[in-house]
């Protein structure tokens, strides 16, 4: 089933003219509502507060901005990916970020500050306005519940960027500017923590095909166990302990029978792999042709990483987010994820079936994601306008969770089974599809033998979770987290970049510059040495 993105939509909150663009998945499929909604009466009908929740899951999709780029902060930040890009020069907001010398200028901090609070604004209007509604009971709390996980999941998302941050949860008027001021990032984590808890107790564990991409119980679940691994990690805010509710809650997804690993890797994140048997929540995109505007309901993520190609083969996209080389020596050359996740110096030549040269200078790597290409055939006629969806959780790195939890709790077995279950799938999985010349299939890969079994006990078994952890989810902006919660990324910096990165720690947590525009309006303080 792979639902689609459905028209825009808008509508007021409060005394406010905000633009709510309604998109996520068929149950998106609303009429223009016009009317002030800063009543009780206009939430107190079913109708309505649907539209209103539709509005909360679009702020997690609002791509004008680009501030679902998760990779610029992730990736690029990591190990894992140079920034690439048409030059050292352009763009140097994303080099400044990797390079621990951002200033609270920077445009990527903005938008994604101001989009995540969007979303929070919204789903705060929901708690507060369906409080009293007299609708049917469940349905009441299940719009509640969604609206909770789009709040957490929103400040989960600028928490582990920023650090400190306002903690709001009822909707805020102009007058309120300056009367607020940031919450220790542990409250922050506990709002999370409880907004996941609570939305897993009410919503379902499946939804009917024309309401696929609204979130489910094992979404917050799975969101809910990632969030405790950074506040035992990043944060410090929980003790080696809480592991044990990491696998208490990844090992309800596991026993809910509901998600499964797709066979073949490669088809993850090709259009049948979209909202599959694997996938636990994604942010919905779809074509819609309206170009660079708050009307587009496409994502245009693909254009910017793509290849930029040669004067022979001429560019896809804009080059940004290059694997690295240390990325590509972690795996084996018969591991089939490696085809699957990068292209370029004799990996992965063909694309589509097309041959792809990809350019290797001062500032690029000589290699491109080819987990994020997009198939020619889906890409609409506006390059800002991709209906590739975004991968937020799968059950992959559920499983991975688990298994670096089970480490932790003394259950070796559960996790040597678990990571085995996932080296397994790739053991069988072909090149990513278009690997020949010409051809637009899956090609098996005629391997034996490989991706085998870990067998590894002790330190050597946590080692092996998390080189697994690096391959299974390359390029899918997780890296850096990883990096830092379990205390490897500074050393992974030069000696200078350390020196920046050192000047820029809260409470020892790694943070970007508060947006200098929301200090100002609203009286923050600001980011250590910003």
Request: with cysteine.
């Amino acid at each position: 089933l792979h639902p689609r993105v459905r028209r825009q939509r808008q509508m007021c909150i409060r005394d406010r003219t905000l633009l709510l663009v309604c998109s996520c998945s068929d149950f998106l499929d609303q009429p223009v509502l016009g009317e002030s909604i800063d009543t009780p009466a206009y939430y107190d009908d079913v109708d309505n507060a649907n539209m209103a929740v539709i509005a909360c899951y679009d702020a997690l999709q609002y791509d004008d901005d680009m501030s679902t780029y998760q990779w610029m902060f992730a990736d690029v930040a990591s190990d894992d990916a140079w920034k690439g890009g048409g030059g050292a020069g352009e763009n140097l907001y994303i080099q400044e970020m990797k390079e621990w010398v951002a200033l609270p200028t920077n445009i990527w901090g903005k938008v994604v500050w101001q989009s995540y609070y969007m979303a929070i604004f919204r789903a705060n209007t929901v708690i507060k306005q369906l409080a009293a509604a007299t609708f049917d009971v469940n349905l009441k709390e299940q719009y509640i519940a969604e609206a909770k996980f789009v709040r957490a999941y929103s400040y989960l998302t600028l928490v582990k960027l920023f650090g400190d941050l306002p903690l709001i949860t009822e909707p805020l008027g102009t007058d309120q500017m300056g009367k607020i001021q940031r919450a220790p990032f542990a409250d922050i984590i506990e709002l999370i923590k409880t907004d996941f808890e609570d939305a897993a107790k009410v919503l379902p564990e499946t939804w009917p095909a024309d309401q696929v991409g609204r979130a489910t119980s094992g979404a917050a679940k799975g969101l809910e166990a990632r969030t405790i691994m950074y506040a035992i990690g990043m944060f410090k805010t929980e003790p080696e302990t809480s592991w044990k509710k990491v696998y208490d809650l990844t090992g309800e997804i596991v026993k809910s029978g509901v998600y499964r690993l797709l066979p073949n890797y490669a088809e993850i994140f090709e259009d049948e792999g979209e909202n599959s048997s694997e996938s636990l929540f994604e942010i919905q995109h779809e074509s819609t042709n309206t170009g660079w505007t708050v009307d587009n309901e496409g994502c245009n993520s693909p254009i910017v990483v793509a290849n930029r190609g040669t004067n022979e083969n001429p560019s896809w996209g804009w080059g940004y987010n290059c694997p690295t080389q240390d990325l590509v020596d972690q795996f084996a050359t018969d591991d089939p994820r490696l085809y699957t996740t990068v292209h370029g110096q004799g990996i992965t030549d063909f694309v589509y079936g097309i041959k792809h040269d990809v350019v290797k200078n001062d500032y690029l790597t000589g290699y491109c994601a080819r987990k994020l290409a997009t198939d020619p055939a889906l890409r609409g006629p506006n390059q800002s306008d991709y209906p590739n969806n975004l991968r937020i959780l799968r059950y992959a790195d559920v499983l991975l969770m688990r298994a670096e939890a089970a480490y932790h709790v003394n259950d070796e077995a559960t996790a040597r089974e678990c990571v085995n279950m996932v080296r397994a799938r790739a053991r069988q999985s072909t090149f990513p599809k278009g690997y020949e010349e010409g051809k637009n299939t899956y090609t098996k890969t005629g391997f034996t033998n490989n991706v085998p079994d870990i067998t590894a006990t002790g330190t050597a078994l946590l080692d092996a979770i998390k080189k697994e952890r690096r391959l299974e989810l390359a390029m899918e902006s997780l890296r850096y987290w990883d990096q830092v919660r379990w205390g490897e990324y500074r050393s992974s910096l030069s000696t200078t970049v350390q020196a920046n990165y050192d000047r820029h720690l809260l409470r020892g947590v790694p943070v970007l510059p508060i947006p200098n525009d929301e200090v100002l309006a609203w009286g923050l303080e600001q980011n250590p040495n910003y």
